[in-house]
């Protein structure tokens, strides 16, 4: 079989550390919290919503979940965002995503405070990460969780060929400068990218983050080659699968499974950066 990459377990021993994290801070009298911004009532959203709150609860964080109906005005959400960035109990803010048609994403992600912005979506954030900026600022949590896999399973990505295909800013392009950052050669593919082949069967690095199943056959990537699976996709029967088909017994890959890999290290990844954010707030660091 192809070696699969433990990220559950990755995770769960990243939450041991956290959970003695807050003790600590706790005691220093800093309790770290989250607030979770959920609009509408997608049942997948529900779903992620809470387990990031179940997350929170299990490592001593508090967490505060706002669902506000579909039909919130943008002024309205706007207005509660500002109310949080105001809120001193308060470290982290997450609006969940995909928010509403009639709501201006860039607007709303834009209006959380840099140094509440745990998801790294805050152009100041963005801009850092970019510049490989040396201060602290927060991450986008799921390509940051995929780099603390990437140091246990593929520690050397100096000069390695690494290709992002999807370039979301959840996902795709934040991976695309973090890769950066570690020296590895970043190719970053979309939709009208041509001769995708070709670039899968030579990279050493691929993560895949399309968002849909099968996208990506393991037989049609190196025989040596590390391959990240972020895609979660829901099938009829109720089954959960990733973006990889991993049509490759015997082979000498690595692959992360979907579920299992890289959902849990973005979970392990929020709690993680909303400790460092209450960190930053206090007086004591
Ligand atoms: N495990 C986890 O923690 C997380 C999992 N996810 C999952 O990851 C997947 C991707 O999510 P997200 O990044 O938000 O995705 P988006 O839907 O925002 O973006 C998908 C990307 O895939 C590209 N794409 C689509 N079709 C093709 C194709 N045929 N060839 C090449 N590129 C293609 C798109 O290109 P273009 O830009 O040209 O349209 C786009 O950049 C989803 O399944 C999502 O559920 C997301 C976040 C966290
Ligand atoms: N502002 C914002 N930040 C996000 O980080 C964000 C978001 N919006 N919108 C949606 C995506 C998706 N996402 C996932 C997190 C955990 C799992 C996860 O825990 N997955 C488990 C299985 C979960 C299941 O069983 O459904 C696993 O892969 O093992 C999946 C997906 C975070 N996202
Ligand atoms: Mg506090």
Do not use: C, W
Not at 137 to 152: K, S, V
């Amino acid at each position: 079989m192809t070696k699969l990459i433990d990220g559950k377990q990755v995770a769960n021993d990243l939450k041991v550390q956290i959970a003695s994290s807050v003790k600590k801070l706790i005691a220093l009298g800093i309790t770290p919290g989250i607030a979770v911004i959920l609009v509408g009532e997608d049942p997948a959203s529900q779903i992620y919503v809470r387990n990031k709150q179940r997350a929170a609860e299990q490592l001593g964080i508090d967490s505060e979940l706002i669902n506000l109906p579909t039909t919130t005005s943008e002024a309205k959400l706007l207005a509660k965002i500002d109310q949080l960035n105001a809120n001193p109990a308060i470290d982290a803010i997450l609006v969940q995503a995909p928010l509403p048609a009639h709501i201006n994403e860039e607007r709303v992600q834009s209006a959380i405070a840099p140094e509440k912005d745990v998801d790294g979506f805050h152009p100041q954030n963005v801009g850092a990460l970019y510049n490989n900026a040396k201060s602290y600022y927060p991450q986008a949590n799921t390509p940051r969780g995929i780099m603390t896999l990437l140091a246990e399973y593929m520690p050397d990505l100096v000069g390695k060929k690494a290709l992002v295909i999807g370039r979301s800013i959840l996902v795709g392009r934040p991976m695309m400068a973090m890769l950066n950052n570690a020296d590895a050669t970043v190719t970053l593919a979309h939709r009208h990218t041509q001769d995708l082949d070709q670039l899968i069967a030579t990279a050493d690095l691929i993560v895949v983050a399309v968002g849909e199943p099968h996208f990506l056959k393991m037989s049609a990537a190196k025989a040596d080659a590390v391959v990240i699976d972020v895609g979660i996709n829901r099938l009829e029967d109720g089954s959960l699968v990733g973006d990889v088909l991993d049509d490759m017994p015997d082979s000498a890959q690595l692959l992360t499974p979907v579920p299992g890999g890289v959902g849990p290290m973005t979970i392990a990844m929020l709690m993680q950066t909303t400790i460092e954010l209450a960190r930053q707030h206090s007086t004591f660091e």
